[in-house]
């Protein structure tokens, strides 16, 4: 019942300001898509492509969105082990179906080369969490840099009570192993 007067209150508010949040936006403009048709097909002619940054984060609505003004001319790019925005009821399913779909279709690609990492620090990333997601790909170094003098990876041990002992090296990291903490 409170949520419900909240709701309520709020709406008036808004209306009240001849106002609307994020939400509203989203809504108002798939509603009119919907009731005028015309207006969705023209935003369809009006695009030679139509390209989605971020698609893990998501939401329904958003991809409701999406395919009322898209005539299979959309990209989208996205990475599900970055969604962050769960808050805003973004849902990485949407990125997950959609990719299944387009994988089911041939219309997938996979993007691995990295241009902004050096070769060690793409290394320590795939050691340290190609084991634990599947849908982790390999990070390959797409400049050839020459092997730094120093190293570039450093590994912080932050909580010690979680450390097991192993030494760096024990985790798979390519990291040199290292002399035990000192307490």
């Known amino acids: 019942e409170l949520l419900g007067r909240y709701a309520d209150a709020y709406a008036a508010a808004k209306r009240a300001r001849a106002g609307v949040d994020f939400d509203d936006l989203e809504l108002l403009a798939r509603d009119l898509l919907v009731r005028e048709p015309a207006i969705a097909a ?6 030679e492509r139509i390209m989605v940054d971020e698609f893990q984060d998501t939401n329904p609505l958003q991809l409701e969105l999406l395919e009322l003004v898209a005539r299979d001319n959309a990209c989208t790019v996205g990475d599900e082990l970055q969604a962050i925005y769960a808050f805003r009821h973004a849902d990485v399913e949407v990125f997950r179906a959609r990719r299944a779909r387009l994988e089911a279709a041939g219309r997938t690609a996979t993007l691995a ?27 390959r170094p797409g400049r050839d840099d020459a092997p730094a003098p120093e190293p570039v990876v450093e590994l912080l041990i932050t909580d010690a009570d979680a450390w097991n002992g192993d030494a760096p090296g024990a985790l798979g990291l390519g990291l040199p192993a290292a002399s035990p903490l000192k307490q």
């Open 42 to 47: 023209g935003y369809r002619g009006r695009f």
């Open 113 to 139: 080369t990295n241009f902004r990492s050096r070769p060690e620090i793409l290394r320590a990333l795939n050691g340290a969490f190609g084991s634990l997601h599947d849908h982790w790909v390999d990070l």
